[in-house]
């Protein structure tokens, strides 16, 4: 977690944002954003205000995504055995 910290701080950095700025254009208080660079601690929606902000949210929206197979033939396509997408957990 320190290192996604560390690369929020650096894109703060070369969009030549204080801490303050950042603070003051996202939402998230100053404390918040002190903490989240010093100790890695932030809330998931305090994280995705300042992603707004340094233009990163997509990355974020990327992380659920299924991966499409790309097959180079039919044969290829064939030989999988992928199980079918589920569309409900068995466990409670």
Known sequence: MQHLAE???QKRLALNLTQ???ASKS?????SL???ENSSQISLESLLKL???L???DDFMNITKTKE??????DEL???????????????
Not at 27 to 31: D, F, K, N, P
Not at 78 to 86: A, D, Y
């Open 78 to 92: 064939l030989q999988t055995k992928e199980k079918p997408l589920k569309k409900r957990g068995k466990l409670k």
């Open 7 to 9: 690369n929020f701080k």
């Open 55 to 57: 233009g990163c949210l």
């Open 27 to 31: 939402g998230v208080s100053l404390g």
């Open 51 to 53: 992603s707004v902000v």
């Open 34 to 36: 002190k903490r989240f």
């Open 20 to 22: 303050e700025g950042l």
């Open 69 to 74: 197979n790309s097959f180079s033939s039919l």
